[in-house]
């Protein structure tokens, strides 16, 4: 769960946090805190505050930033042996070198000119060494990836103000991806009241290959990820050579060397999917000071995203030669593909509580908080496609033949053109005490209702407790010592709830098979998954025992968690 100036956010957002608008970050590591939290919290918290205005005088920050990444690690391949699956053996048995294969299971490499590929319509093939002089194409095929990061910001007394700028040349050729931030924090407090309010609106665009588009395209020919469609390169071919596959002859589609693969480089060129995503997230928290050992508080927070991205797919367009000596799984004529989609989601969420501490003598000190959320969350989608696009290149659904593609809402299985909303309600409170800031044990509990279940399972309570010793307040040996800096003991026992269902999962839904309607009659066939209706919250118990400590003024910290 993200957690971000105290307001639950989708844990997506974290990647679109601009670095220095970043104050704090705190990681809650086990279920223990899901019953402040709520349930996403269940496999732990991120908790981020970004920067508020500090001091009167105004300051003007830039930070710049250029970052390189590369892939860290390769399967380990041979590099010993050519291309070849036994299509041909010889005399002892062993498998003959096909120039047309991507399996590598031929003879070892001899130095040798050989053929690659096939003989073409004009009689002409591709030779080579038959050698692993090209092995590493296949490591020089993946771009440096970069990221260049701009960002400026102006803080004064009541407010934080930052733009920020990345854009990120992805490992794969041709990847872009862009995403600009603007941020506005301020607060002031009067009296015994305070407000602290923020917005920040973040925009993504990207133009990258949709391997998901690749899957499938050509029958029984290879239809995986680009990653090993790369890697199943035999080493004696010169892989980087095929980059320009509308000029190159021995690149463009009909004439590519391999018989059961495509050119990696037509797929980056032809099966894309383009996007935007707008996102807006606004918090507001008002506090009052009932009395020095209490405090009101509400805080309003909301996440908006809108997200359209259009996926293309190039017609197959293949020469009379190839289509009528080549494999017809993959040398074929194909239409053009498009898939379009746009969407909506928003989670708006209430929190209202009462918290606050009181000493108790001078040793013990006792602090609390009670409240209540409410959360509602709304998710549209409308997409449409086209398989069978009659001009080539031209990405409209309207330009097609036959019907359209409209995919259906399957919960947990297909998301596709729905419209959903949910509701959680929640009560929690918690009571700690603490003893000479060295013992500190807390009880806390959280009771939820949740609207994806049935009426009679929607209310689930969860409790949990924890302890912790510091060590190093307390025992004058660890005190004293120069060597340990810091060294606690905790403890926790807890169970919480969780409820990771789809809207509406719980009922049998029917959908128009293909070909349907048809003309004027429609049919309606169901969904492959029968639900249950009765399913009740999923509940984690979880015992934890841990102990951190720390050496030389907190600079090795260790920490061990059973």
Same mark, same amino acid.
Not at 103 to 121: R, T
């Given at each position: 769960?993200?957690?971000?100036?105290?307001?639950?956010? #989708?844990?997506?957002?974290?990647?679109?946090?601009?670095?220095?608008?970043?104050?704090?970050?705190?990681?809650?590591?086990? &279920?223990?805190?899901?019953?402040? $939290?709520?349930?996403?919290?269940?496999?732990?918290?991120?908790?981020?505050?970004?920067?508020?205005?500090?001091?009167?005088?105004?300051?003007?920050?830039?930070?710049?930033?250029?970052?390189?990444?590369?892939?860290?690690?390769?399967?380990?391949?041979?590099?010993?042996?050519?291309?070849?699956?036994?299509?041909?053996?010889?005399?002892?048995?062993?498998?003959?070198?096909?120039?047309?294969?991507?399996?590598?299971?031929?003879? &070892?490499?001899?130095?040798?000119?050989?053929?690659?590929?096939?003989?073409?319509?004009?009689?002409?093939?591709?030779?080579? #060494? =038959?050698?692993?002089?090209? =092995?590493?194409?296949?490591?020089?095929?993946?771009?440096?990836?970069?990221?260049?990061?701009?960002?400026? !910001?102006?803080?004064?007394?009541?407010?934080?103000?930052?733009?920020?700028?990345?854009?990120?040349?992805?490992?794969?050729?041709?990847?872009?991806?862009?995403?600009? *931030?603007?941020?506005?924090?301020?607060?002031?407090?009067?009296?015994?009241?305070?407000?602290?309010?923020?917005?920040?609106?973040?925009?993504?665009?990207?133009?990258?290959?949709?391997?998901?588009?690749?899957?499938?395209?050509?029958?029984?020919?290879?239809?995986?990820?680009?990653?090993?469609?790369?890697?199943?390169?035999?080493?004696?071919?010169?892989?980087?050579?095929?980059?320009?596959?509308?000029?190159?002859?021995?690149?463009?589609?009909?004439?590519?060397?391999?018989?059961?693969?495509?050119?990696?480089?037509?797929?980056?060129?032809?099966?894309?999917?383009?996007?935007?995503?707008?996102?807006?997230?606004?918090?507001?928290?008002?506090?009052?000071?009932?009395? #020095?050992?209490?405090?009101?508080?509400?805080?309003? *927070?909301?996440?908006?995203?809108?997200?359209?991205?259009?996926?293309?797919?190039?017609?197959?367009?293949?020469?009379?030669?190839?289509?009528?000596?080549?494999?017809?799984?993959?040398?074929?004529?194909?239409?053009?593909?498009?898939?379009?989609?746009?969407?909506?989601?928003?989670?708006?969420?209430?929190?209202?509580?009462?918290?606050?501490?009181?000493?108790?003598?001078?040793?013990?000190?006792?602090?609390?908080?009670?409240?209540?959320?409410?959360?509602?969350?709304?998710?549209?989608?409308? *997409?449409?496609?086209?398989?069978?696009?009659?001009?080539?290149?031209?990405?409209?659904?309207?330009?097609?033949?036959?019907?359209?593609?409209?995919?259906?809402?399957?919960?947990?299985?297909?998301?596709?053109?729905?419209?959903?909303?949910?509701?959680?309600?929640?009560?929690?409170?918690?009571?700690?005490?603490?003893?000479?800031?060295?013992?500190?044990?807390?009880?806390?509990?959280?009771?939820?209702?949740? *609207?994806?279940?049935?009426?009679?399972?929607?209310?689930?309570?969860?409790?949990?407790?924890?302890?912790?010793?510091?060590?190093?307040?307390?025992?004058? &040996?660890?005190?004293?010592? !120069?060597?340990?800096?810091? &060294?606690?003991?905790?403890?926790?026992?807890?169970?919480?709830?969780?409820?990771?269902?789809?809207?509406?999962?719980?009922?049998?839904? $029917?959908?128009?098979?293909?070909?349907?309607?048809?003309?004027?009659?429609?049919?309606?066939?169901?969904?492959?998954?029968?639900?249950?209706?009765?399913?009740? #919250?999923?509940?984690?118990?979880?015992?934890?025992?841990?102990?951190?400590?720390?050496?030389?003024?907190?600079?090795?910290?260790?920490?061990?968690?059973?």
């Amino acid at each position: 769960m993200l957690v971000v100036d105290g307001a639950p956010t #989708p844990l997506g957002y974290l990647s679109s946090i601009a670095p220095s608008d970043v104050q704090d970050l705190t990681v809650l590591k086990s &279920a223990a805190s899901a019953a402040i $939290y709520g349930p996403d919290a269940v496999n732990g918290v991120i908790i981020v505050t970004t920067k508020r205005g500090t001091s009167a005088k105004p300051t003007i920050t830039f930070n710049s930033s250029i970052q390189l990444t590369r892939v860290s690690y390769f399967p380990k391949f041979q590099k010993s042996f050519g291309a070849g699956a036994g299509e041909t053996v010889d005399q002892y048995g062993n498998y003959d070198y096909v120039p047309y294969e991507n399996q590598q299971y031929g003879p &070892a490499f001899d130095g040798s000119i050989k053929e690659i590929g096939v003989h073409l319509e004009d009689g002409s093939v591709q030779t080579g #060494p =038959y050698t692993n002089a090209h =092995y590493k194409d296949k490591v020089k095929f993946w771009n440096t990836g970069l990221t260049y990061q701009n960002s400026i !910001s102006v803080a004064a007394e009541d407010f934080y103000l930052s733009f920020d700028d990345a854009k990120i040349k992805g490992l794969v050729p041709d990847d872009e991806n862009r995403r600009t *931030s603007l941020r506005f924090n301020a607060g002031k407090k009067y009296g015994k009241f305070s407000v602290n309010y923020g917005l920040n609106y973040i925009l993504n665009n990207y133009n990258v290959v949709n391997e998901a588009g690749f899957s499938r395209l050509f029958g029984t020919s290879y239809n995986g990820g680009l990653f090993f469609l790369v890697m199943q390169t035999p080493s004696n071919v010169p892989l980087l050579s095929y980059k320009d596959w509308q000029n190159n002859k021995f690149a463009q589609y009909s004439n590519y060397y391999n018989e059961f693969a495509v050119n990696p480089y037509w797929v980056i060129g032809n099966i894309r999917q383009k996007g935007r995503e707008d996102d807006l997230i606004g918090n507001l928290d008002a506090n009052y000071q009932l009395f #020095p050992w209490l405090k009101a508080s509400i805080r309003l *927070s909301s996440n908006l995203s809108f997200q359209n991205l259009k996926n293309t797919t190039a017609n197959t367009s293949v020469t009379d030669w190839a289509y009528q000596n080549r494999n017809h799984n993959q040398y074929l004529n194909q239409p053009g593909k498009v898939f379009d989609d746009q969407s909506y989601s928003s989670r708006i969420n209430l929190d209202y509580f009462l918290s606050g501490d009181h000493k108790i003598g001078k040793d013990v000190n006792l602090r609390y908080i009670a409240g209540g959320m409410i959360r509602e969350n709304r998710q549209k989608d409308v *997409s449409v496609g086209g398989n069978n696009l009659v001009v080539p290149y031209l990405y409209n659904v309207s330009v097609r033949s036959g019907d359209a593609n409209v995919p259906n809402y399957i919960p947990g299985v297909q998301n596709n053109n729905y419209d959903l909303k949910s509701r959680l309600i929640s009560a929690y409170g918690s009571i700690g005490f603490s003893y000479q800031d060295w013992a500190f044990v807390e009880v806390t509990g959280r009771n939820d209702w949740d *609207s994806r279940l049935l009426k009679q399972n929607r209310s689930f309570f969860y409790p949990g407790a924890n302890a912790s010793f510091i060590l190093s307040n307390v025992i004058p &040996a660890i005190k004293n010592s !120069s060597v340990i800096s810091y &060294a606690k003991l905790r403890a926790a026992i807890s169970k919480s709830g969780n409820v990771n269902l789809s809207p509406y999962a719980l009922q049998a839904t $029917y959908s128009q098979p293909a070909g349907f309607p048809f003309g004027n009659t429609v049919g309606f066939t169901a969904n492959q998954i029968i639900p249950n209706p009765d399913l009740k #919250p999923e509940f984690v118990n979880t015992k934890e025992v841990g102990v951190e400590v720390s050496f030389l003024k907190n600079r090795i910290n260790f920490e061990l968690l059973n």
